[in-house]
């Protein structure tokens, strides 16, 4: 049975989740302060399988609490917050979060995040460590390296760059790289691929002599196999 972290101020929002997320299978912790989901997750940081974190919190907010983690952990975390300011966003997923929900929500949604990202942290037989060129990524670590250069990628942009490194040379629709990315059962809207391969651009430009996520208008995206000019 996976386990879940629960970490809310408010009491009608566990109230509302726990049953929610239990009913689907899933073992429920609850912590309803920065400091408790910090003391709570230490306590068994192996065992916990997902995080979903509120960022709005009393002692330590939520970003502070994902920071601690981060320093120990790369398990999964799902931002949870009433701020819908893209800044707040960036910042969040900049941080260490895998995804963000912002309140309200309808709790199908959240439930498909949940299922979509342990599905992910479930596939086995895939091959972790790849190459193209002189780009090299750790998929379970979420290190994009190139020589003795590293960037720290969030687990959306490591799960879409080695989709594009896994198929290199291909030409993948956005459609495509939507259902592998965030799953058949994402709501959103499809344009969030671009918003990612964006992220994905920023941090990969300052390494020299790899090749370039490269744009088909009107189609999607591929990664060649060698650098382009």
Same mark, same amino acid.
């Given at each position: 049975?996976?386990?879940?972290?629960?970490?809310?101020?408010?009491?009608?929002?566990?109230?509302?989740? &726990?049953?929610?997320?239990?009913? =689907?299978?899933?073992?429920?912790? $609850?912590?309803?302060?920065?400091?408790?989901?910090?003391?709570?997750?230490?306590?068994?940081?192996?065992?916990?399988?997902?995080?979903?974190?509120?960022?709005?919190?009393?002692?330590?907010?939520?970003? =502070?609490?994902?920071?601690?983690?981060?320093?120990?952990?790369?398990?999964?975390?799902? !931002? !949870?917050?009433?701020?819908?300011?893209?800044?707040? &966003?960036?910042?969040?997923?900049?941080?260490?979060?895998?995804?963000?929900?912002?309140?309200?929500?309808?709790?199908?949604?959240?439930?498909?995040?949940?299922?979509?990202?342990?599905?992910?942290?479930? &596939?086995?037989?895939?091959?972790?460590?790849?190459?193209?060129?002189?780009?090299?990524?750790?998929?379970?670590?979420?290190?994009?390296?190139?020589?003795?250069?590293?960037?720290?990628?969030?687990? &959306?942009?490591?799960?879409?760059?080695?989709?594009?490194?896994?198929?290199?040379?291909?030409?993948?629709?956005?459609?495509?790289?939507?259902?592998?990315?965030?799953?058949?059962?994402?709501?959103?809207? $499809?344009?969030?691929?671009? $918003?990612?391969?964006?992220?994905?651009?920023?941090?990969?430009?300052?390494?020299?002599?790899?090749?370039?996520?490269?744009?088909?208008?009107?189609?999607?995206?591929?990664?060649?196999?060698?650098?382009?000019?």
């Amino acid at each position: 049975m996976k386990k879940i972290l629960l970490v809310d101020d408010e009491d009608s929002m566990i109230t509302f989740l &726990r049953p929610e997320l239990q009913f =689907e299978g899933y073992q429920v912790v $609850v912590a309803t302060d920065g400091l408790g989901a910090w003391d709570t997750f230490n306590a068994d940081r192996c065992g916990i399988d997902l995080i979903i974190l509120d960022w709005m919190l009393p002692g330590l907010d939520g970003l =502070e609490v994902m920071r601690r983690i981060r320093k120990v952990s790369d398990v999964p975390i799902i !931002m !949870m917050t009433a701020r819908d300011y893209v800044g707040d &966003r960036v910042a969040g997923l900049d941080n260490g979060a895998d995804d963000y929900i912002t309140k309200p929500f309808e709790i199908e949604e959240l439930l498909a995040r949940v299922r979509v990202i342990l599905r992910r942290e479930d &596939r086995q037989g895939v091959k972790q460590q790849l190459q193209v060129g002189a780009l090299m990524l750790d998929v379970k670590s979420r290190q994009a390296t190139v020589g003795a250069d590293t960037v720290q990628l969030t687990q &959306r942009e490591a799960a879409l760059l080695a989709e594009l490194m896994r198929k290199v040379g291909e030409t993948l629709t956005r459609d495509e790289l939507l259902d592998e990315v965030w799953g058949p059962e994402f709501t959103g809207q $499809v344009n969030i691929v671009d $918003v990612y391969i964006r992220y994905l651009r920023t941090k990969l430009k300052e390494f020299a002599g790899i090749p370039r996520i490269q744009t088909i208008r009107g189609v999607g995206y591929t990664l060649p196999s060698e650098v382009t000019r």
